[in-house]
């Protein structure tokens, strides 16, 4: 078969494959089961390959890529144009077929193992901080019917552990202490397992130069330096600093018509996780800024007009454009010398 570009609908069990010669004439359209898909593409001379990036998508990226395939990932949001009538895998992987040949599909670059398990390593971390929080709360709301309330914070949720622990602590109800201990145990189980996580994360941090360049931006931790540093490989791709925030969705979004130029909220396009983490980062700036002897200019005139939340966002905004910068200069953060 003369196949120079194919489409791959992949899923977990049954994929379709679309393939078509340089003249846009379609040569194969058929259905693979999972165990088929390698062989089928190994005896296949080297094309350009296009996947939706979805689920599982690297793990086929780098398979095909090992066969010399071109493999290109495609957001879904450039797929859906090109998908005609009803969706099936047939249509779905035609579609992809369609908009790999497009000139203009930007293309999402295929992360390697190591990455992709950092990135898991920050999914299960939040994975469990989300249980810890839930575990946390129920905790606190059970022990408040009781009159046993505690401050906010890791502290509080500890002090209220510790009661729960205390067989002498007459407020709490004997028929409850068990079931409280219950909750107790799971929380202090996860505390160590989120631990453990982060001991892993602190390893690949001291291991990688460019998750120590962010770290060396003031407000920006362990946590944030290693997931941009493991998700953003090649910061180059993006033309500028304004393209790095607009891709993180930080910058506003625009319906603008007939010469009018009309700017609404932030796009919230692009990775939501790295977009929180900055906002986080933006929001312990903001309190530190309000501590010191001397705030800073620019934050005090932002935040004399502005909400705190909207100043958090541009400051957000502000962190990720220096980030950018940071990782394709390849150097630390350096403060800015006194006029």
């Not at 796009?267 to 977009?275: F, L, N, V």
Request: glycine share 8%; charged share 20%.
């Amino acid at each position: 078969m003369n196949i120079t570009i194919i489409g791959l609908d992949i899923a977990k069990s049954v994929f379709h494959v679309h393939g078509v010669d340089g003249e846009g004439s379609v040569q194969v359209s058929r259905a693979l089961k999972r165990a088929k898909v390698e062989p089928f593409f190994a005896a296949l001379a080297p094309c350009i390959v296009g996947i939706e990036a979805c689920g599982t998508s690297y793990h086929w990226a780098r398979v095909l890529r090992s066969h010399g395939h071109d493999v290109r990932l495609i957001a879904p949001a450039h797929v859906k144009a090109y998908v005609r009538r009803n969706k099936t895998d047939a249509a779905d992987a035609a579609a992809i077929c369609e908009a790999t040949s497009r000139p203009t599909t930007r293309f999402v670059p295929i992360r390697e193992e190591e990455e992709q398990a950092v990135i898991a390593l920050h999914r299960m971390r939040e994975m469990l901080v989300k249980q810890r929080t839930m575990l946390i709360n129920g905790l606190r709301s059970q022990l408040a019917e009781f009159g046993v309330v505690a401050p906010r914070g890791h502290e509080g949720a500890g002090a209220l552990c510790a009661l729960v622990g205390d067989d002498e602590e007459q407020r709490i109800p004997p028929i409850m202490r068990p079931a409280l201990k219950i909750l107790a145990e799971q929380i202090a189980a996860l505390e160590g397992q989120v631990a453990t996580i982060e001991k892993q994360l602190k390893t690949w941090h001291g291991q990688d130069a460019t998750s120590r360049r962010i770290a060396s931006i003031p407000g920006l931790g362990l946590i944030t330096a290693t997931a941009i540093a493991a998700k953003v490989r090649n910061p180059q791709r993006f033309a500028s600093a304004r393209g790095f925030a607009a891709w993180l969705g930080l910058t506003p979004s625009q319906h603008s018509t007939g010469g009018k130029i009309r700017l609404g909220p932030i796009t919230k396009a692009g990775d939501r996780y790295i977009r929180r983490l900055l906002v986080s980062c933006a929001q312990s700036l903001l309190t530190a800024n309000k501590r010191r002897r001397v705030p800073d200019p620019w934050l005090a005139k932002l935040l004399a007009g502005k909400a705190r939340m909207v100043a958090a966002v541009a400051l957000a905004n502000k962190l990720a454009r220096i980030v950018w910068a940071v990782m394709t200069r390849q150097t630390t953060y350096r403060t800015a010398e006194p006029a």
